[in-house]
């Protein structure tokens, strides 16, 4: 039998169901997201709105997001994904 304990260490840490129902209630719709980090040139990366909120058939939450400067770009993420501090931050005055 294989050990997978080092998989769920403290460099991997879990979420409980109820940080991740508390992180998926934060998320509105009308917020404004940005990537962390700049673009390939150095500019600030696109801002993203989150557009809408659901719920899939993998009993996870999604949101919907719409890039600001351009409403045609659209993609989805994770509840998770859009939360993770080391990926996105919600704009300054959106707080």
């Known amino acids: 039998m294989l ?6 260490s403290a ?15 934060e998320v509105r719709v ?10 390939f040139l150095g500019s600030p990366t696109p801002l993203w709105a989150v557009e809408g909120i659901f719920t899939s058939t993998d009993s996870l939450t999604y949101v919907r997001l ?12 994770s509840t998770k994904a859009l939360t993770d501090r080391q990926r ?3 704009e300054a005055a959106e707080r």
Do not use: M
């Not at 050990?3 to 769920?8: A, E, H, K, R, V």
């Not at 009308?30 to 673009?39: A, I, L, M, P």
């Open 66 to 77: 719409t890039n600001v400067a351009d409403p045609s770009l659209r993609k989805t993420l």
């Open 30 to 39: 009308g917020q404004r997201y940005r990537e962390v980090g700049t673009s």
């Open 11 to 25: 460099n991997f840490p879990l979420d409980s169901e109820a940080a991740l129902a508390r992180k998926a209630s």
């Open 88 to 90: 996105y931050v919600l």
């Open 3 to 8: 050990d997978y304990q080092w998989l769920f």
